[in-house]
């Protein structure tokens, strides 16, 4: 029990992989963006569909 070592960092395609933490803050990021723009073209289309977009009065 007391031979364990603790991983710092690992590759980040292990299971228990270890990132620092400037690298992971930039994956968070880009994540967060991916799922904001996923949600963009439904709405888009949909609001185009019921004329929303329209400029004519």
Do not use: W
């Not at 070592?5 to 933490?21: N, Q």
């Not at 963006?33 to 977009?53: E, K, Q, R, Y």
Request: a negative charge.
């Amino acid at each position: 029990m007391g031979n364990e070592k603790v991983k710092t960092y690992a590759s980040p395609y292990e299971l228990e992989g270890r990132i620092p933490f400037g690298q992971a803050a930039v994956l968070g990021l880009q994540h967060v963006l991916a799922m904001f723009v996923g949600n963009l073209p439904p709405l888009l289309i949909i609001g185009g569909m019921c004329g929303l977009g329209d400029t004519e009065c």
